[in-house]
């Protein structure tokens, strides 16, 4: 291979990779969506680079461990406190647990857990009732639903929350595109989906 080859092949070179940078859309909004070049914002993960589509697994549910906020009591005028039973929020202590300390943003990734828990006649908070979850997906995994996953697990003693506090995801009593959910989350502020926002 002489010089010029090797100035072509290194010119090619130069023109693809451009050619490919051009071809990549930049979303402008601060998400990253699949198949766009990451633009910085808030919703890019740490190393600034494309995210894979996002599958929850056990390892996800459990990384949720950070108390975000202790609540008893009604939230926005909902009383409901997904303790399995018709049980009003006042007898009940909420715990909500993020990666974080704060959900504030919330990047694709983002896991929000519920433990409930039956207050004590004292009020103080009592058993352990039942854990929720919720995970924000890429842009555009569930328009309708601000791309929040929901997960359900059963209030019936089959979970051990000493070895999964966040639930056990192969019990779940049902995960995913949840209407019945998200049709009552859908009621929080700003259309996050996250009541402690409100
Ligand atoms: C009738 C309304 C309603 C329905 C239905 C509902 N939730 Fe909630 N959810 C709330 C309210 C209100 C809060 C705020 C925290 C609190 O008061 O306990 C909340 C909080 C949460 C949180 C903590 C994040 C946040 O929004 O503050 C998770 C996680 C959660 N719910 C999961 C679920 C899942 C999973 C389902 C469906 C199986 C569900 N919820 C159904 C009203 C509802």
Same mark, same amino acid.
């Given at each position: 291979?002489?010089?010029?080859?090797?100035?072509?092949?290194?010119?090619?070179?130069?023109?693809?990779?451009?050619?490919?940078?051009?071809?990549?859309?930049?979303?402008?909004?601060?998400?990253?969506?699949?198949?766009?070049?990451?633009?910085?914002?808030?919703?890019?993960?740490?190393?600034?680079?494309?995210?894979?589509?996002?599958?929850?697994?056990?390892?996800?549910?459990?990384?949720?461990?950070?108390?975000?906020?202790?609540?008893?009591?009604?939230?926005?005028?909902?009383?409901?406190?997904? &303790?399995?039973?018709? $049980?009003?929020?006042?007898? =009940?202590?909420?715990?909500?647990? @993020?990666? #974080?300390?704060? +959900?504030?943003?919330?990047?694709?990734?983002?896991?929000?857990?519920?433990?409930?828990?039956?207050?004590?006649?004292?009020?103080?908070?009592?058993?352990?009732?039942?854990?929720?979850?919720?995970?924000?997906?890429?842009?555009?995994?569930?328009?309708?639903?601000?791309?929040?996953?929901?997960?359900?697990?059963? &209030?019936?003693?089959? $979970?051990?929350?000493?070895? =999964?506090?966040?639930?056990?995801? @192969?019990? #779940?009593?049902? +995960?995913?595109?949840?209407?019945?959910?998200?049709?009552?989350?859908?009621?929080?502020?700003?259309?996050?989906?996250?009541?402690?926002?409100?």
């Amino acid at each position: 291979m002489n010089l010029k080859h090797v100035t072509l092949l290194l010119l090619s070179f130069v023109l693809l990779l451009s050619s490919c940078k051009k071809d990549k859309p930049t979303c402008g909004d601060g998400n990253v969506d699949v198949g766009e070049e990451c633009d910085g914002g808030a919703n890019c993960n740490t190393d600034c680079t494309n995210m894979a589509p996002i599958t929850l697994t056990q390892a996800i549910l459990d990384g949720s461990t950070s108390l975000v906020v202790s609540l008893t009591g009604q939230q926005n005028g909902q009383d409901f406190a997904h &303790n399995g039973s018709g $049980i009003s929020s006042d007898s =009940t202590t909420r715990d909500i647990f @993020s990666t #974080a300390s704060s +959900v504030s943003a919330t990047p694709a990734g983002t896991i929000v857990t519920k433990h409930t828990y039956l207050n004590n006649p004292d009020g103080s908070k009592g058993a352990l009732q039942v854990t929720f979850a919720m995970i924000k997906h890429l842009e555009g995994w569930w328009p309708a639903g601000n791309d929040w996953e929901y997960v359900m697990m059963p &209030n019936d003693g089959t $979970i051990d929350y000493s070895v =999964t506090p966040n639930g056990d995801l @192969s019990k #779940a009593a049902a +995960v995913g595109q949840l209407d019945s959910c998200d049709g009552c989350h859908a009621l929080a502020d700003g259309g996050d989906r996250l009541f402690i926002n409100d």
